[in-house]
């Protein structure tokens, strides 16, 4: 008797899994790191932010309406905190909760059935962001990410 009901289970959750896939998408791309305000500066690292805000846009881009593509370019970006190079180990991080907030820059469309719909440049910033609720609190662009949710939030869903 319980097998049926794993498989009806199961098939809920693959007709979940599938419709979620129809969402709108993400492409993201970076100009010109080396510019940069304040990026990491070895490249693995510098990948593994690219990485990590590629994934997160993409996971924001999944509330979109099917079909839309949400384009962002970053053009800048000063990650939250100041930098504390050590030899050998890897560059350290601190946050002071001052001067040293998030800021970035981007320039965004969205896009449907190969047509802008609404497009923009942003300077997103967030000089509280150690006060408040972050649900990225354990990430290590944690306050970035909480940056871009509320933008994205106030500023790219659509209304309702």
Not at 18 to 31: E, H, K, P, Q
Not at 65 to 89: H, N, T, W, Y
């Amino acid at each position: 008797m319980q097998t049926p009901a794993l498989t009806i289970a199961a098939m809920l959750a693959l007709a979940i899994a599938s419709s979620s896939s129809a969402a709108g998408t993400a492409t993201v791309s970076y100009v010109n790191t080396d510019a940069m305000t304040d990026v990491p500066r070895h490249y693995k690292d510098l990948e593994s932010m690219e990485y990590a805000f590629t994934q997160h846009l993409n996971q924001l881009a999944e509330r979109l309406p099917s079909g839309q593509v949400f384009k962002v370019e970053f053009l800048d970006i000063d990650l939250a905190g100041d930098v504390f190079p050590r030899v050998p180990v890897r560059d350290i991080r601190v946050t002071k909760g001052q001067a040293d907030w998030p800021r970035m820059h981007l320039r965004y469309s969205i896009e449907q059935d190969g047509q802008v719909i609404r497009s923009g440049e942003e300077k997103l910033a967030d000089p509280n962001y150690q006060l408040g609720v972050n649900m990225h609190q354990q990430d290590l662009y944690g306050y970035e990410k909480q940056m871009l949710d509320n933008w994205f939030r106030k500023e790219i869903l659509p209304q309702k």
